[in-house]
């Protein structure tokens, strides 16, 4: 670089600089009107939000509101699940006869991680992502018992599923009870891919999810 190129530079960046400006592009960036929210009815964004799910090889089904007790029975059967961990607020509405179903008063690590699987709801569902949050609300229980059983079977309303991410943010904060409550995002079962791209399931929380969405 030559000496002029190189002080037309220099004498850019310290105007830049002096002026408290970071650029054109920047400011037309900074002023851009980005999508927050979709459009789509309903009907759209729960079939959308279904697809996602599936795509990380969560199951996904649906039930009306007052079968929730039956499709879990169900599901639990064929998944060969007899101890299920659950949120000491479930209803037990949701409680199908023939399952061995312990709220959850303070377990410890190791009896939470010898369960064959946990019941929750959820906070809020994301169309645009296929992503569950939980948020320690209403029938999700602690972040633990959600994170150690090899299994998590997650019930959610369709009026909590939303379109975009930015969304969900917006609730979230608004919903907001505990300012250090941790969220939890999932996206289908635990997993990642080593060097090699190999996928992996069950590294940072259960190796199976089944999802019901509720009316």
């Known amino acids: 670089m030559s000496n002029s190129s190189r002080n037309a530079m220099l004498a850019k960046i310290r105007t830049a600089i002096s002026n408290g400006s970071r650029g054109d592009f920047h400011e037309a960036h900074t002023n851009a009107a980005y999508l927050s929210n979709d459009d789509e009815n309903i009907a759209v964004r729960i079939d959308l939000f279904a697809h996602r799910v599936a795509e990380y090889k ?71 992502t296929g992503t569950i949050v939980l948020d320690g609300g209403a029938f999700q229980g602690r972040r633990m018992i959600s994170l150690l059983p090899d299994y998590h079977l997650c019930i959610i309303r369709a009026q909590d599923i939303v379109g975009m991410v930015p969304e969900a943010f917006t609730q979230l904060e608004t919903a907001r009870r505990n300012p250090i409550q941790p969220y939890t995002f999932i996206s289908g079962p635990s997993a990642t891919s080593d060097i090699e791209l190999n996928r992996v399931e069950g590294v940072h929380g259960p190796r199976t999810l089944d999802v019901f969405i509720v009316g």
């Open 58 to 128: 969560a199951w996904v089904g649906r039930c009306k509101a007052d079968a929730i007790a039956q499709a879990i029975g169900e599901r639990l059967m064929i998944r060969g699940k007899k101890r299920i961990v659950i949120p000491s607020d479930l209803p037990a509405s949701w409680l199908p006869t023939g399952i061995d179903f312990i709220r959850d008063a303070q377990l410890d690590r190791a009896e939470v991680a010898g369960m064959d699987g946990v019941l929750s709801g959820a906070a809020l569902g994301i169309a645009q």
